[in-house]
Structures are given as C-alpha cells and as structure tokens.
C-alpha cells in the first residue's frame, strides 16, 4: 500500500477546514445569511484536495482524484473488469483511488452540508461508503458533515438505528471516519464509526 494513511487523515481534516472556511468567506450574504449548498462546498473541497495532491506527492503517490460520477459512466468498466453493478445511480461524492490497481484505493468520500442531518441521509452516504470499501475494495470511507453541531453530528450517529440495517457495516466499521465541523470558527470532529457500531 503505498498511501500514508495517517499523514492523509491530517491532511484531509485540514483541506475540510480550509473548503469550509473558502466556501463561507466566498458565499456570505449580508451579515447573517450564508449560502451552504453542497454542490458549491463540494467545489471548493475539490479545489483544496487538487491542490493538497499536488503538494504532498508522496502521501498520495499514483491516486488520482474524481468528484460524483453518475452510475453509466462507470458501468461499462465495472462490467469490463468482471466487477459487481452499483446499487444506487450516483457514485460517492469522491473517489480517491488508482484506476486500473484495484489494491490502491485509498478514499472513498461522502459529504452533506445540512444542517439538521437526517438519518436517512446519513444512513444512505454510509450505506455507499461501505458498498464501496465491500465490493470495489476500498481501504477507507470519510463522512464529511459541513454545519452541523459536533453534539448533533454524533448524537445522530449514535441514535440513527438505519446504520445497524446495513449489510456488512460491523465488518467494515472501523474503516470508516465521520468528520464534522459546524462553522468557520469550530474545531474540526473526528471519530471513527466503530467506536458508535460495535
């Protein structure tokens, strides 16, 4: 494995704090209104994890970055290299992997700037993240959560009883980060999902 997972982990907290922190400076309205669509946080975070890729090289040496691809796009490959279909019609919001070296698939990245995070939501990204890491051999998942309280964050982990529903969520459990950060002036919240899924 030539991805330095503990170096990456620090360096994609920070590039989640940076995308957030660049995405609020360049959408404020007024004094009190901010827009927080994911769509534009999910630009911003592209932007900050290019450039991330650029500067550490050999944290991310031969991993390539893709942002959400629509199922057909990758059909044909998936059918190609004899590989399982998706489930679902969109693919994870990023992908950090080797095209082509299916042992170098470092990232498999899910985001959602809501406020009030639902467990449907939640249930759905992490239900991706583990597809992901089951069938294409993915080493880790990253559930991104963009303004929502840290407490409110692991409270609806804690509570969600959607994720005890998942195929092959306690085998994969510990693969999975959920990171949070509610505004531009909180600290970024890190846990892995096994510490809620035993």
């Not at 590989?83 to 992908?95: H, M, Q, R, T, V």
């Not at 982990?157 to 509610?182: E, F, K, M, S």
């Amino acid at each position: 494995m030539r991805t330095i997972y503990g170096e990456v982990d620090l360096i994609l907290q920070e590039v989640q704090g940076e995308a957030h922190r660049q995405h609020i400076e360049h959408n404020r309205i007024g004094d009190d209104l901010v827009k927080n669509g994911e769509r534009i946080f999910c630009y911003e975070l592209y932007h900050q994890l290019r450039t991330l890729l650029e500067q550490y090289p050999q944290a991310f040496e031969g991993v390539y970055l893709q942002g959400e691809l629509r199922k057909y796009q990758v059909l044909p490959m998936l059918q190609m290299m004899g590989l399982e279909a998706l489930s679902g019609n969109f693919i994870p919001d990023f992908l950090l992997h080797s095209p082509g070296d299916s042992s170098e698939h470092p990232y498999v990245i899910e985001v959602k700037t809501d406020r009030f995070l639902s467990y449907g939501q939640l249930a759905a990204d992490i239900s991706k993240l583990v597809e992901f890491i089951d069938r294409y051999g993915y080493q880790r998942g990253m559930f991104l959560s963009v303004n929502t309280s840290a407490d409110f964050l692991r409270l609806t982990v804690t509570d969600c009883q959607l994720l005890r529903q998942i195929p092959h969520i306690a085998q994969y459990a510990t693969q999975i980060d959920i990171v949070g950060r509610h505004d531009e002036n909180s600290p970024v919240t890190c846990f892995n999902l096994a510490e809620i899924i035993h």
